[in-house]
Nanobody, 123 residues
Framework: QVQLVESGGGLVQAGGSLRLSCAASGRTFTSYTMGWFHQAPGKERQFVAAISISGGTTVYADSVRGRFTISRDNSKNTVYLQMNSLKPEDTAIYYC????????????????WGQGTQVTVSS
């Protein structure tokens, strides 16, 4: 089992920044690809970004590429999502997840999920 706890969400004005953190405990953090997803009301959970075990590979949804940066600190069992130039359409609950596969994009590839943190961007 891997337990994931997100933090760092909140209310921010359009153009602002937030940094989300996801702390992992339980089984070896370095066994897992880590991803961030978001889910807006009435919509399906969507891929945002993912990072490989070593951190050497990062992938992003087109909607956030150039604005968001995913990173991980394996010594702290933590993955981060730096979100800049936020837009109202970024408003959603953000979830981090751990995957034992290299399919970065599908929620079905992720075995463990956090409880989510709310991000609200006002216009």
């Amino acid at each position: 089992q891997v337990q994931l706890v997100e933090s760092g969400g909140g209310l921010v004005q359009a153009g602002g920044s937030l940094r989300l953190s996801c702390a992992a405990s339980g089984r070896t953090f370095t066994s897992y690809t880590m991803g961030w997803f978001h889910q807006a009301p009435g919509k399906e959970r969507q891929f945002v970004a993912a990072i490989s075990i070593s951190g050497g590979t990062t992938v992003y949804a087109d909607s956030v590429r150039g604005r968001f940066t995913i990173s991980r600190d394996n010594s702290k069992n933590t993955v981060y999502l730096q979100m800049n130039s936020l837009k109202p359409e970024d408003t959603a609950i953000y979830y981090c997840a751990a995957s034992g596969s290299v399919n970065y994009y599908s929620p079905r590839s992720y075995n463990y999920w956090g409880q989510g943190t709310q991000v609200t961007v006002s216009s």
